[in-house]
């Protein structure tokens, strides 16, 4: 996932955006390379809902103790991953926003991940079809190819699709784009600390 995606800018030379925003750039990356697991969760989501769970199922009624725990703590942790993802979210972009130089069309560059505003919602197949979960994943991918926007926009016909006609006028050439990487993420310990 994090080697797959596109490393360079596509639209924006940093010649052309303000130290502040270079900077904010640097908060995006180390944002995507800590929450990477939310990333594919919120777009890959296996609904779990609470009346399903939560003791009104004769299904769920019918595990183990031990078991009905195990769901429970599954349907917890994640809840607790998404909404943790939902709120540092909301601050990056909070903070982004002050920023001199900011501006919307940032996320429109293809190596930086939007987050999907709500779940994309993964309905599995019937067992009896005996589809393979890599196979399931692929067909999933190709057709709804937003799920994995790290190798999606990896050509510059998937993006410049999505752009608006400013910027797809304003596409960078290979040797432009060589030339505008996007920062490494620092290391874990200071990922963190990069966006406060």
Known sequence: MWENRVDTLVFFCYRDLT???IRGLSWIINFMERWMREYWERGHWVTMTIVFYFRQDPRFLALTEKRQKEV???FNDRKARSTAFNKAKEELICKLRKLHGYD???W???????VPENPCDWIWRHPAQQISLQDRLEELDILEPARTQWATRSSDTCFLEVAPSDLRDQVLTKHERAENRLPEPTPASASDVACR
């Open 19 to 21: 130290p502040d925003m």
């Open 72 to 74: 429970l703590n599954l």
């Open 104 to 106: 919307d069309e940032i």
């Open 108 to 114: 429109f560059e293809a190596g930086l991940w939007v």
